[in-house]
């Protein structure tokens, strides 16, 4: 189906491109450890600026997770049942438990967004960086996973499961 692929290829894309701040943050680290160790001159902004980076990267993985089944799952009921019975207790838990989530999740992460953009929301650390960016990649994030919480109930719908990429 067409918006099953649309939605896992976006998670997938946002899952690799924000990969990448891993890296970027683990040379930041490395920089300020040798400049702090080697040359004793520590920098001021390393500390805060890669927990920012973290933060964007810790939060803008939810849906590629949710994409490879990498999320925590408690399944010591559906493990026991037939693959019909599970589908649709999976089906429940997206409807009851998953959705509900998503949606407050994605609701009022939108209105801190907000709210921290309205008043320049900065850090109060050495550096006074701005940390509305890091609170509107939370609403988007909230958004991506609720996107792909879509697209596993509907492949579940559909009878329409891929194997799964995490071992």
Do not use: C
């Amino acid at each position: 189906m067409v918006l099953i692929r649309l939605l896992d290829g976006l998670n997938e894309i946002v899952g690799r491109v924000v990969a990448f701040v891993a890296v970027i943050f683990a040379l930041m680290i490395i920089y300020d450890v040798i400049m702090r160790y080697g040359f004793n001159a520590p920098t001021l902004w390393a500390f805060d600026l890669t927990k920012q980076l973290y933060g964007f990267y810790f939060i803008l993985l939810g849906g590629y997770a949710l994409r490879h089944q990498a999320h925590v799952r408690v399944d010591l009921v559906t493990e026991t049942l037939r693959p019909g019975p599970r589908r649709v207790v999976e089906i429940l838990g997206y409807l009851i438990f998953f959705f509900p989530f998503a949606w407050v999740f994605a609701s009022r992460s939108w209105d801190f967004a907000m709210r921290s953009l309205a008043q320049n929301e900065t850090t109060y650390g050495a550096i006074q960086l701005p940390v509305y960016p890091v609170k509107i990649a939370m609403a988007v994030a909230a958004v991506l996973l609720l996107l792909q919480g879509i697209s596993e109930v509907l492949k579940l719908v559909l009878n329409k499961q891929e194997p799964s990429h995490v071992g």
